[in-house]
Each structure stands twice: as C-alpha cells, then as structure tokens.
Nanobody
Framework: QVHLVESGGGLVQAGGSLTLSCVAS????????VGWYRQAPGKQRELVAL???????NYADSVKDRFTISRDNAKNMVYLQMNSLKPEETAVYYC?????WGQGTQVTVSS
C-alpha cells in the first residue's frame, strides 16, 4: 500500500504563488501517474494536473500556463507550482496515485 502526504498549502493573496508537494511512501514500486486534484467547499473534486511516470503532463484548461506539475522519481515526490492564484481556487488540494489519496492540504487565496 502507498501512503501519500501533501504539504505546502497556506494562505496567499490573489496573484500570488504556492508550491505544493506530495511524497509517497510504502510500497511505491515503479513510478506511476500521479494527479493533483482540488475540492472547493460545496463542489465536486476536480482534476487539476497529471504527470505520467515519464514526465508527460496534462492540465485542466483553467490552470494551463499558470500551474506546473513536476516530479522527482528518486525522491518519490510530485510538485505543483501554482502561480497567479485566484480566490476561486481556494480549495483542499489532494494528490492521487492509482487508488491512493493523500489527506489534502488547504490552499486559501484571499482577494
């Protein structure tokens, strides 16, 4: 079983930046696709970005050109660099690897 832990959330002003981290531990095995998701209050969880084991990335249209997902396979880490943050992006951000989810990290963007 793989255990995921997110970190790096916090309070930031609109237009600011944050970098989230996700570390995997346990039976990580070979690198796999990892996704960042977010869930705002009263809304469904949505996909933000994906990165494959080889580094291919995909982004939700709403975050393209502002967010960057990256990974360090040697450290079992996946990152999400978020720039030009908007108040509506206030949410709990989660990383996901296969069926494993982290506990989430809160991102609050003030206007």
């Amino acid at each position: 079983q793989v255990h995921l832990v997110e970190s790096g959330g916090g309070l930031v002003q609109a237009g600011g930046s944050l970098t989230l981290s996700c570390v995997a531990s346990g039976r990580t095995g070979n690198a796999m696709t990892v996704g960042w998701y977010r869930q705002a209050p009263g809304k469904q969880r949505e996909l933000v970005a994906l990165i494959s084991s080889g580094g291919t990335t995909n982004y939700a249209d709403s975050v393209k050109d502002r967010f960057t997902i990256s990974r360090d396979n040697a450290k079992n880490m996946v990152y999400l660099q978020m720039n030009s943050l908007k108040p509506e992006e206030t949410a709990v951000y989660y990383c996901k690897r296969r069926s494993s989810w982290g506990q989430g990290t809160q991102v609050t963007v003030s206007s």
